[in-house]
């Protein structure tokens, strides 16, 4: 199993540039989850996934979207970027059946100029 | 008042020493604990979950004091590999939708 996945690894944008995060996972997860890390802030959830077709928004929403549409991705799409959105991505996904442990994928370096 | 606090650190410690790290949280309503590793750029990885009654795991004690909100984890016999950045994870369960909110991280780093 490859787990959780996410593309591209690494990015620069300029400002007002659109891009879509891809995230995929292999082991059947309910749920799915998109965060931002930055340096003193910890992990801060953007949107998150209780099943295929659905979403939600997490604490810092604002400026992404999401979209569900398979139950294995979540695509975290940012329609005009800012260079406050530059940052560490990282999706996870979890399961009741894993005991609701989160997996994580290797994250996406974003960079706006 | 943060949710999730943690000292940041760095904590400096020789090889073989025991170190701790306390962890408070805010909301009494907290129901599920974990402690996650991250390793350097790279993504956070379950540690372990903290019990009610405490729990180990090789050199790893995870302790819970719903009283004062707070939870501990200790290393003992600490060995290179254990240098890393620990996050202390609180999960709270509202209304069908999980909140899982994650401490800023304390950076250990172990010296030969």
């Known amino acids: 199993n490859a787990g959780v996945t996410q593309t591209p690894k690494f990015r620069v944008l300029k400002t007002g540039q659109s891009m879509t995060l891809l995230c995929a996972q292999d082991m059947n997860h309910e749920y799915m989850y998109w965060y931002r890390q930055d340096p003193g802030m910890g992990l801060r959830l953007i949107h998150y996934?209780?099943?295929?077709?659905?979403?939600a928004k997490g604490e810092v929403p604002d400026g992404y979207n999401v979209s569900r549409l398979k139950k294995q991705n979540f695509l975290l799409g940012l329609e005009s970027a800012a260079p406050s959105q530059t940052s560490v991505y990282f999706c996870?996904?979890?399961?009741?059946?894993?005991?609701?442990?989160?997996?994580f994928g290797p994250g996406t370096r974003l960079t706006v100029l | 008042r943060k949710e999730v606090e943690q000292d940041p650190g760095p904590f400096n410690v020789p090889e073989g020493a025991t170190v701790a790290f306390n962890c408070t949280y805010s909301?009494?309503?907290?129901?599920?604990f974990f402690w996650y590793r991250q390793d350097c750029r790279k993504e956070p990885k379950l540690l372990m979950s903290v019990y009610s009654s405490g729990n180990e795991d090789g050199r790893f004690t995870a302790q819970l004091n719903r009283a004062s909100q707070y939870i501990s984890l200790l290393i003992r016999d600490s060995k290179l590999s254990d240098s890393a950045t620990y996050l202390c994870v609180v999960n709270v369960w509202n209304f069908g939708n999980e909140k899982l909110t994650f401490g800023t991280g304390t950076r250990l780093t172990i010296i030969p």
């Open positions: 996934s209780v099943g295929e077709g659905t979403t």
């Open positions: 909301n009494s309503a907290s129901q599920s």
């Open positions: 996870a996904s979890s399961s009741w059946r894993d005991g609701n442990e989160q997996f």
